[in-house]
């Protein structure tokens, strides 16, 4: 433990690097300098009407039936054919 301690330490008594000096002062007049528009909310705004007119066009058409119900994937319906205990117990 004060091997880390003194390498903290050694680190906090370090200089700056020139690099890093003034480093947020730069970042914030770059973002002041950036013009804000509206036509990243236009684009927002039809990708999610893009979305929910997806969605209800998918939930018009129905899906098909699967012929064994049984066998299904679906983790809350039915019996789980890849379940661990169905594997371990083999085919019955």
Request: glycine residues 12%; aromatic residues 2%; neutral net charge.
């Amino acid at each position: 433990m004060d091997d880390i301690d003194k390498v903290l330490a050694r680190l906090a008594a370090a200089p700056i690097p020139a690099g890093l000096d003034g480093l947020e002062a730069r970042v914030f007049a770059r973002i002041g300098k950036q013009p804000t528009t509206r036509s990243a909310g236009l684009g927002l705004g039809a990708i999610m009407v893009t979305a929910l007119a997806m969605g209800m066009a998918s939930t018009g058409i129905p899906a098909a039936a699967s012929a064994d119900a049984s066998a299904s994937l679906m983790p809350l319906g039915g019996i789980f054919p890849l379940a661990p205990s169905t594997l371990l117990a083999g085919t019955p």
